[in-house]
């Protein structure tokens, strides 16, 4: 290696403890390379991963915040796993659909790191994307995530800003880095007609000397194409903001041109806050949680994780859950205020084999501390009661947060299933909407195309009767 080389890049070791496989990075401080196509496992994550400290490295990444959306077209040929569809399934899809050579479409995200020599720092001055060659536009199976947080990518790196590959432009930053020191970030870079390759070059200058490195992905440039409309119905990116999962959905049908001005209407589990509890079963022990669970000593960030793995995983919520139940109408303007009837339309089933391995996460003052505070109403499944009334005339006020998206409004239920540990209880929601004219719109609401699923609890169940307990300041139970 040339001992004047002005400095050292590499990427920082990442990965999330729940993931699992380590992800090689390339970035080298040479000039574009010659055009060439990602092979299948170019960037698979969400997890990061380091390579040489003489190599650049730079990955795509799910995305920067849970109000994001990320979407990809894969290759034709590529059926989309059961596992990679649903609730808390964002990391399963991203994962699934990079190691096919997904094409990300209208929006891409690349988190980066910088690392100075030993004995010299750095001082990062500018950054850019560059339109590579032309490709051509990509067909397949349509794919997309709603609430899109690469939980990979640690809290410390910061957004360094969005690019465009339409209108080129240089991002003028000051980042000092000190001897050996490493710095990273994620760049957001869309486009609106551009169907091609692309990489990041970064201008740095030690002393006098500027250097521009490339940043690219794992060797090969990255894809990006023109946007396709959103999978999702306007109201299933509604309740993210009160703390439900990612939704991970695919397409295999191009879709109409225009979208619909027709009101939409999804639901939504809510995973526990700070100082709620969890329960949990799984059909199998998930070895990630022990990992999780090592160190308990972290109010209000343990259950959270427990939660998403199992989630993932896809264990099912026990005893009761909340739900938000959220609507949309594009055409709203000026008369925001609805009328919402929800009813359960439910079937119990009992689990056939073993019994499920139980999970439970408490906080520190343990006790029944739940999203009860802001549900309009809660109901008890039985399995006398296959069609169950929750909501009736309940008045919902539409908020319109920009002009460009829809009038959105939310209500929450509480559903509770108390039976023996062997029952389960599928159910879908029915939600009638009624505007100020008397207009009334039906909808039939599921779990991205399947049916929420709420196993059931014996009643007085406490802490010390789980397979699995934790407390996040203490000890495990069981």
């Keep these: 290696m040339n001992g004047r080389r002005p400095f050292l890049v590499a990427f920082l070791l990442t990965a999330a403890v729940w993931a699992g496989v380590a992800v090689p990075w390339a970035l080298t401080d040479r000039g574009p390379a010659p055009a060439a196509t990602p092979g299948p496992g170019a960037s698979a994550g969400p997890n990061i991963a380091a390579e040489g400290r003489s190599r650049a490295a730079g990955r795509q990444a799910l995305g920067m915040a849970w109000s994001s959306t990320w979407s990809a077209t894969v290759p034709e040929g590529s059926a989309v796993p059961d596992a990679a569809l649903g609730a808390g399934r964002c990391a399963e899809l991203f ?22 020599p030993e004995n010299r720092g750095l001082v990062v001055r500018s950054l850019r994307v560059v339109k590579g060659r032309k490709l051509p536009p990509p067909k397949g199976t349509d794919v997309e995530c709603l609430g899109a947080v690469d939980r990979g990518v640690p809290q410390s790196m910061e957004s360094w800003g969005r690019l465009s590959l339409d209108r080129p432009r240089d991002l003028k930053v000051s980042r000092a880095v000190g001897p050996g020191a490493t710095v990273g970030g994620l760049i957001e870079t869309r486009t609106t007609d551009c169907s091609c390759q692309w990489w990041i070059e970064v201008e740095v200058w030690e002393g006098a000397k500027k250097r521009t490195i490339r940043i690219d992905d794992a060797g090969s440039p990255f894809t990006l194409a023109p946007p396709v409309a959103g999978i999702g119905a306007p109201a299933q990116g509604g309740a993210l903001k009160y703390g439900t999962p990612d939704v991970a959905l695919a397409r295999e049908d191009s879709p109409g041109d225009a979208p619909s001005e027709a009101p939409s209407v999804s639901a939504s589990r809510l995973l526990a806050g700070n100082g709620q ?56 303007r000026e008369d925001l205020e609805r009328v919402v009837d929800v009813s359960l339309k439910v079937k119990k089933t009992v689990r056939e084999g073993p019994p499920p391995q139980g999970y439970g996460c408490y906080p520190a003052q343990w006790g029944l501390q739940t999203n009860d505070k802001q549900t309009e109403a809660s109901v008890r499944l039985s399995r006398d009661t296959p069609h169950l009334p929750v909501l009736t005339g309940e008045p919902v006020q539409l908020f319109r947060e920009t002009e460009d998206e829809p009038a959105t409004g939310t209500v929450f239920v509480t559903v509770e299933a108390w039976d023996p540990d062997d029952a389960e209880y599928r159910f879908t929601l029915d939600v009638t909407v009624e505007d100020a004219s008397g207009k009334r719109t039906h909808h039939t609401v599921d779990d991205a195309g399947r049916p929420f699923v709420l196993a059931s609890r014996p009643d007085g169940m406490a802490p010390r009767h789980e397979k699995y307990a934790y407390y996040e300041n203490g000890h495990k139970v069981g």
């Design 95 to 116: 994962t699934w659909a990079t190691e096919r050579s997904a094409v990300p479409r209208g929006t891409a995200t690349a988190a980066f790191t910088l690392t100075a």
């Design 277 to 332: 509890e969890m329960w949990m079963v799984a059909d199998r022990e998930v070895p990630e949680v022990g990992r999780l669970t090592a160190n308990l000593d972290v109010p209000g960030a343990v259950c959270q994780r427990v939660e998403r793995r199992l989630v993932a995983d896809g264990a099912l919520p026990a005893g009761r859950a909340a739900y938000a139940v959220s609507i949309a109408d594009p055409s709203a």
